[in-house]
């Protein structure tokens, strides 16, 4: 059982920035962030790898970055020039080498003026 510690949610206008952070409590093979906004479904917004390889999707390219400290199983997804169509619940997800994946409890972020 891997246990999720999410943080870094919040209000923001549009054009600012936010950072958020997934602490694992054991090693894990791929981290990612979804994220679920209002009314519609959890999509995939970034994923990274032990290995560092990253995959963004269309919509946040160029503006998140995501990235992990594997001595401290930790994820962060630094998000830049936020629009209000990234306003959303943002989840973490983990993936050890073996076994089932884990899902966070999920951190608002609201872009508004």
């Known amino acids: 059982q891997v246990q999720l510690v999410e943080s870094g949610g919040g209000l923001v206008q549009p054009g600012g920035s936010l950072r958020l952070s997934c602490a694992a409590s054991g090693s894990v093979f791929r981290m990612a962030w979804y994220r679920q906004p209002p009314g519609k479904q959890r999509e995939l917004v970034a994923d990274?790898?032990?290995?560092?390889?990253?995959h963004y999707a269309s919509s946040v390219k160029g503006r998140f970055t995501i990235s992990r400290d594997n001595a401290k199983n930790t994820v962060y997804l630094q998000m830049n020039s936020l629009k209000p169509e990234d306003t959303a619940v943002y989840y973490c997800?983990?993936?050890?080498?073996?076994?089932?994946?884990?899902w966070g409890q999920g951190t608002q972020v609201t872009v508004s003026s």
């Open positions: 997800n983990v993936h050890p080498l073996l076994g089932p994946d884990y």
């Open positions: 990274i790898v032990s290995g560092g390889s990253t």
